[in-house]
């Protein structure tokens, strides 16, 4: 026992130190033999997906798929928003990285409805039960604040390189603004409300889905659009691990340093970005207005 004592590691401060990068990483090591089959079968689906989304946009010709996300935004905003889209699509393909910004955009609708797909449940529960909330809190607290870089490892170790763990990491990355921001709309649904929907004998999944869902909507849509920049922030940062896309690119301009490049590929990045939180804040402003004009016209 002394001689365990006399052989404890310190810090330079003089504590104790505490091996929890060790533990870590004996802890990743485990799942990844111990769950070995199930994380295949998620590769498996997850390059699926992602396949069949990127063939869909990379797919048809340039004008093809320009046209339509046009439409996109011109049914979320307006034909304004329409024009912008389609000159910068434009750009993105004149400076040859059209096909990248697709693999990218397939990335970032995977990993978005992924994330969603986890967030928005979540963040009901918690709404719904104050315990589930306060577990939650620090989680997305950690979530949220841990650097993005650091995900990436262990996806890489579980996942190996290429596109998945880049999606996984994103997922991971990106899922927190979901939590919160559904968590924070329920909560905001005016309680009288609720207990009317109770007084006309309403169950607890009509009253969901009927009544603070649709009221809730504007906030979570903003959540929405949260997700989606933070996903596209992820994505290009997941290029260094292969993911590919405009991240491969970027990543491939800094090892080089080239500059042209490393403009053109950040270029359609923004474009990219402008596109989806132009769309998405549009479709919550759309999801607010529709809400306004509910309460103004019911009796």
Do not use: C
Request: proline fraction near 4%; aromatic fraction near 8%.
């Amino acid at each position: 026992m002394s001689a365990a004592v006399l052989t404890l590691e310190t810090t330079e401060q003089g504590v104790p130190r505490l091996p929890l990068g060790a533990w870590v990483d004996s802890a990743i090591s485990w799942v990844t033999t111990t769950f070995d089959a199930l994380f295949a079968a998620i590769k498996s689906v997850l390059e699926g997906a992602y396949d069949g989304l990127d063939a869909v946009l990379s797919g048809p010709p340039f004008w093809v798929v320009a046209v339509a996300l046009a439409l996109v935004a011109l049914f979320a905003k307006g034909w304004r928003l329409a024009v912008g889209a389609l000159v910068g699509f434009a750009v993105i393909a004149g400076v040859e990285q059209w096909d990248n910004a697709m693999d990218t955009l397939s990335l970032v609708i995977l990993a978005s409805l992924v994330a969603l797909l986890l967030a928005i449940p979540l963040g009901i529960w918690a709404a719904r039960d104050d315990h589930v909330s306060r577990v939650l809190r620090p989680v997305l607290d950690f979530m949220q604040t841990m650097p993005a870089f650091v995900y990436l490892i262990p996806t890489v170790v579980i996942f190996r390189v290429g596109v998945v763990p880049g999606i996984v990491a994103t997922v991971i990355f990106a899922m927190a603004p979901g939590v919160r921001f559904t968590e924070l709309g329920l909560r905001q649904v005016d309680r009288e409300v609720v207990e009317a929907g109770h007084a006309f004998g309403s169950s607890e999944g009509r009253i969901l889905r009927q009544i603070q869902l649709p009221l809730a909507m504007p906030t979570i849509m903003a959540g929405v659009n949260q997700v989606i920049m933070l996903a596209l922030s992820m994505v290009v940062i997941s290029g260094m691990v292969g993911a590919g896309g405009l991240g491969g690119a970027v990543v491939q301009a800094l090892q080089r340093v080239n500059v042209s490049l490393g403009f053109e590929a950040g270029l359609a990045v923004v474009v990219l970005a402008m596109f989806l939180d132009r769309v998405t804040s549009a479709l919550s402003t759309r999801s607010r207005t529709a809400r306004a004009v509910a309460a103004a016209s019911a009796p």
